[in-house]
């Protein structure tokens, strides 16, 4: 099942509401969120973005909204120490070859689960 109801609560906002805002039926809406048709991939992102989630988190496949790095990297925008360690870190990986950027991922993955957190993708953080 899909979080459609979940996130438009959290919003505080009605479907009446949210299908004005999205430009969609009051039905439409009603439909996504019971379950009753899918969400077509193009308003699931629509959707997504609205929210400030992921599709998957959305669609009810993961379990945790998952950030995109975009996102990440506004919430650090303050932290100039952090901005400087990860250029660092991305002008390291810009001279290794890719089997040595796998090892770095899978050890970035194993440090980054020990304090909290995981990786899903190269573009994407999940806090835990």
Do not use: C
């Amino acid at each position: 099942m899909n979080r459609l109801k979940e996130l438009r609560k959290e919003k505080e906002l009605t479907q009446q509401a949210l299908s004005k805002q999205l430009g969609i039926s009051y039905r439409t809406l009603q439909n996504w969120e019971n379950g009753e048709s899918q969400i077509k991939p193009d308003k699931a992102q629509a959707l997504a973005d609205y929210f400030g989630v992921n599709v998957g988190y959305l669609l009810g496949y993961e379990p945790e909204p998952v950030k995109n790095l975009g996102e990440f990297i506004k919430e650090i925008d303050n932290e100039p120490q952090r901005i400087n360690e990860i250029t660092e870190i991305i002008e390291i990986l810009k001279i290794l070859n890719l089997k040595d950027v796998q090892l770095v991922k899978t050890l970035a993955s194993r440090l980054l689960h020990g304090i909290g957190h995981t990786v899903n993708t190269t573009e994407h953080i999940k806090t835990k």
